[in-house]
């Protein structure tokens, strides 16, 4: 299978735990992108990163929330100290270089459904 | 005002029926008009994408926008209980980066 991938499918943790999730996008794929999205609701922005530079950042990205891209290959999002309001599906999508096709294609992972207790 | 509008629904039709799905939007600087599909539990695929104003058609799918209106729409033909899904609209300002998304409808078709 070479579409998103994000580990894990599904986490709990206790309020103020840190917690970490991984995403592999497409091979190839040089943009990628966090999302937040609740039950009803769109997918919210979180960031977005060209190779691995992090070009933007929603101000929902509090100071809790960071991510990675090192080498621009997978990404990490981090979430320390979690509270409940945390609890989301966190999506990551990939799109391709400009030149391969545009860029405002965006394929999805099947997301990390965390829940905070 | 939101900039994005899209009715949640649910919206329930019977099997063969035609479904209208509808965004409007305000940001007279969107370009790019994207419908997806999301099952429950799953991340959104990309349906359709349109660039400009008119029709475009994929199977039983078509597409609409209408930029002076700031109106687009996504119609189903021959609707089956697998279109049973959550169909958002997203937009994009052509800047390679984020897309502004609506709520989503959700659809069940009935056999």
Same mark, same amino acid.
């Given at each position: ?117 | ?25 305000? #940001? ?66 052509? #800047? ?16």
């Amino acid at each position: 299978d070479t579409g998103v991938s994000q580990n894990p499918r599904h986490k709990i943790t206790k309020r103020g735990q840190n917690v970490t999730f991984r995403c592999d996008p497409i091979s190839e794929h040089n943009r990628l992108y966090w999302y937040r999205q609740t039950l009803g609701q769109g997918p919210e922005f979180l960031t977005y990163f060209q190779n691995e530079a992090q070009l933007e950042k929603s101000r929902l990205l509090s100071d809790r929330f960071s991510a990675e891209r090192p080498k621009g290959s997978f990404s990490t999002l981090e979430i320390q100290r979690t509270e409940q309001g945390d609890s989301a599906m966190y999506l990551c999508a990939s799109s391709p270089r400009w030149e391969r096709g545009p860029s405002y294609e965006q394929y999805f992972g099947p997301g990390t459904r965390l829940t905070v207790t | 005002q939101k900039e994005v509008e899209q009715d949640p629904g649910p919206l329930s039709v019977p099997e063969g029926a035609i479904v209208s799905l509808n965004c409007t939007y305000s #940001n007279s600087a969107f370009q790019y008009f994207m419908w997806y599909r999301q099952y429950s539990r799953k991340g959104p695929e990309l349906l359709m994408y349109t660039y400009s104003s008119g029709n475009k058609e994929d199977g039983r799918f078509t597409a609409q926008v209408d930029k002076s209106s700031k109106y687009i729409s996504l119609f189903i033909r021959d609707s089956q209980p697998s279109d049973s899904a959550t169909y958002l609209c997203a937009f994009n300002a052509g #800047n390679n980066r984020k897309l502004i998304w609506g709520l989503g409808t959700s659809l069940a078709v009935n056999p």
